[in-house]
């Protein structure tokens, strides 16, 4: 598979089989993963990979927090804030083509909150990772984060397996923070939820569309 074919195989995946991945594939996936660049080698991200026993006691103990009422509490600005214009209609149409394929209506305030829950449930993969950086580095520093991200989901990706990168993942940091060495200093910017796609499962007929080339870049000569 070359670069070009796994940029557009990957895509959001929001159902995944039950199926482990094997450490050692985990280990050598990360070990790739870790030669993304970034700016001046700082290489500011920190990652913690949850599986098995931790990873379902995680989801309980994330959902207690929120069914004790538990605000959320993120160490950067999620990225829905704040968007107007463009970025909103992009937004509320990813959300409309969402709930569409789910079939779930905009007044099914019930079944889009059911559907919303599936975040914290990681969207049942057996894995979830979750990647901090220092809270006094800002957006520039971020830019590293996002290039190793996509670093490792086209990885991902190359060895067959699917991912579903998750800004909800920061909202509810404290339980992460207790099951993890995650540096001091540090908060957590996004999660992933990966595995073995289930093939063929609703939510994963999902597909996003994109912007026009013209809106996205200008050639300049």
């Not at 996936?29 to 931790?54: E, K, L, M, W």
């Not at 979750?130 to 989901?153: C, E, H, K, R, W």
């Not at 923070?177 to 540096?183: G, L």
Request: proline share 7%; hydrophobic share 40%; glycine share 8%.
């Amino acid at each position: 598979m070359n670069v070009s074919d796994a940029v557009k195989a990957r895509r959001s995946i929001r159902g995944f089989k039950p199926d482990p991945v094997p450490p050692e594939l985990l280990e050598k996936i990360f070990d790739q993963a870790r030669f993304a660049p970034s700016n001046c080698n700082t290489q500011p991200c920190h990652t913690v990979v949850v599986s098995g026993q931790a990873r379902k006691d995680l989801q309980a103990a994330i959902f207690a927090e929120m069914s004790a009422g538990k605000a959320p509490s993120s160490a950067f600005t999620p990225g829905d804030q704040n968007l107007t214009g463009v970025y909103k209609d992009r937004q509320y149409q990813c959300a409309m083509d969402y709930y569409g394929t789910m079939g779930i209506a905009r007044h099914e305030k019930d079944k889009r909150f059911a559907l919303m829950m599936k975040n914290w449930e990681f969207f049942d993969a057996p894995h979830v990772a979750f990647i901090s950086m220092p809270t006094s580095m800002g957006p520039v520093n971020a830019v590293d984060v996002g290039i190793y991200l996509q670093t490792l989901m086209l990885i991902l990706v190359e060895h067959g397996l699917a991912s579903c990168p998750q800004g909800a993942l920061a909202f509810y940091p404290d339980e992460v923070f207790k099951i993890a060495n995650i540096p001091e200093g540090n908060g957590i910017i996004c999660g992933l939820s990966f595995g073995y796609e289930d093939i063929g499962t609703q939510i994963n007929q999902v597909i996003m569309d994109r912007a026009p080339l013209s809106d996205l870049v200008q050639f300049v000569d």
